[in-house]
């Protein structure tokens, strides 16, 4: 009998079987292969499972993580050095259970604050290339309370589950980044009187979460399965990043400073205070005035905050991160063979738009779609395989567009 004519696993003839892949020394069935594919993949799961190491070698420290968010994040120095602690706390209180003593870390959730196009959920992507643990990103707009249309909180749970290919070992040491926190404060500092489901609601079904407790999570969902079978999973040793703009927590922050001082000294004192940014002086206080309940605010210890971009900092995001927008452009005029550059003065012209359209960061992106939109029409079919954008073109181009959509987006 020939080698290919019978299977090396599970000796089944070619007759037998309904599929036979032939090798160089041996041949195997379809349901050896199929078998052999799942052991591969249960021993990836496996291999992921192991979410720390225990040489100090693969151990990321604060200063390697900051240094690899400067690659991809201009600026933020202060959120990325509070970040990169507590990612690396994280690893170290997973450790813990290979020492001997009664001390027990607790877990040390962190809250940035920032405006819109500041870097919040950057910073929670970029991080997550370098972590060696199971990591999402979900955003608190969609939850309300259970029993009511919307996402239950558990489902940020389930989302953590899909990341470490539902692998409960792993996914109960893994990171969530809450994005759009500041969406489910309550309407006024004072409790509500009426059932308000998708804020207060959901900050105290977030409590549970935060603090560490045993949850059953449905793994496809929860409200449109009710039948399938609860995965449990212990909450005590995720990681929760929180991020919000707050926008209008300035004014309240103001209002504490302005308390402080009274009569002669007062004009005087607040005068040190940086006006064109507030958020330095945030505390807790202001969270709970913002709308926070004290039970959230005391789970989530670490606050930082993220500065307002300035002009230097629009133009080093728009060329200098390895993935910086206009790095991105250029790969894509390269794909069709075609050599893209720029003007110097171009750049001064897209960061001047968007800090006159007040877009940030996220508004550079449609500025240059706006300028290059009728260039990655045409060009792509034509024969020229060289365009340099210069400031007339630049301008011409975006006058052309409608300013108001671009302060929309």
């Known amino acids: 009998m020939a080698v290919d004519d019978k299977c090396s696993f599970c000796g089944k003839t ?20 199929m078998q052999v594919s799942e052991i591969v993949k249960e021993e990836n799961i496996r291999r992921n499972g192991q979410v720390f190491v225990s040489t100090d070698k693969e151990f990321p ?12 994040v201009i600026g933020q120095d202060e959120a990325k050095k509070y970040l990169s602690v507590a990612v690396y706390n ?19 959730n962190i809250i940035m604050v920032g405006a819109t196009g500041t870097g919040k959920t950057l910073l929670a992507r970029t991080i997550a290339k370098k972590l060696n643990v199971p990591f999402c990103i979900v955003d608190a707009t969609v939850f309300t309370e259970a029993g009511y249309v919307g996402e239950d909180i558990e489902s940020i749970l389930t989302r953590l589950l899909q990341a470490s290919d539902y692998n409960v070992e792993a996914a109960q040491r893994g990171i969530v980044f809450i994005d759009e926190i500041d969406k489910i404060a309550r309407k006024g500092d004072n409790p509500s009187i009426t059932r308000d489901v998708s804020g207060e609601g959901v900050q105290q079904g977030l409590l549970k979460l935060l603090e560490g407790s045993v949850v059953n999570v449905p793994p496809q969902g929860g409200r449109k399965h009710p039948e399938q079978r609860m995965i449990s999973i212990d909450t005590k040793n995720i990681l929760f990043i929180c991020g919000g703009a707050f926008d209008g927590i300035e004014k309240k922050i103001a209002q504490r400073l302005n308390t402080r001082v009274v009569g002669y000294t007062a004009s005087r004192e607040s005068a040190v205070y940086d006006r064109n940014d507030m958020l330095k002086y945030i505390m807790p206080t202001d969270l709970k005035s913002f709308g926070l309940i004290p039970e959230i605010i005391g789970r989530l210890p ?26 991105q452009y250029i790969k894509l005029f390269e794909m069709d063979n075609i050599k893209l550059t720029f003007d110097v003065d171009v750049y001064d012209f897209i960061v001047d738009k968007s800090v006159e359209l007040k877009l940030g960061a996220r508004g550079l992106r449609s500025i ?33 567009v409608d300013i108001n959509r671009l302060q929309i987006a």
């Open 14 to 33: 070619r007759r037998e079987a309904k599929l036979m892949i032939a090798g160089l020394t041996g041949s195997i069935c379809e349901n050896c292969a």
């Open 61 to 72: 420290k604060p200063e390697d993580i900051k240094q690899f968010l400067d690659q991809y």
């Open 90 to 108: 994280h690893y170290k209180r997973l450790m813990q259970k290979d020492t001997q003593d009664d001390v027990e870390i607790e877990k040390s």
């Open 302 to 327: 670490i606050l930082t905050y993220l500065t307002p971009l300035d002009r230097d900092a629009l133009k080093r995001i728009l060329i200098e991160p390895k993935n910086s927008i206009i790095k």
């Open 368 to 400: 240059v779609e706006t300028i290059m939109i009728d260039a990655m029409y045409e060009m792509p079919s034509g024969t020229q395989r060289n365009l340099r954008v210069t400031l007339p073109f630049a301008k011409e181009n975006f006058e052309n």
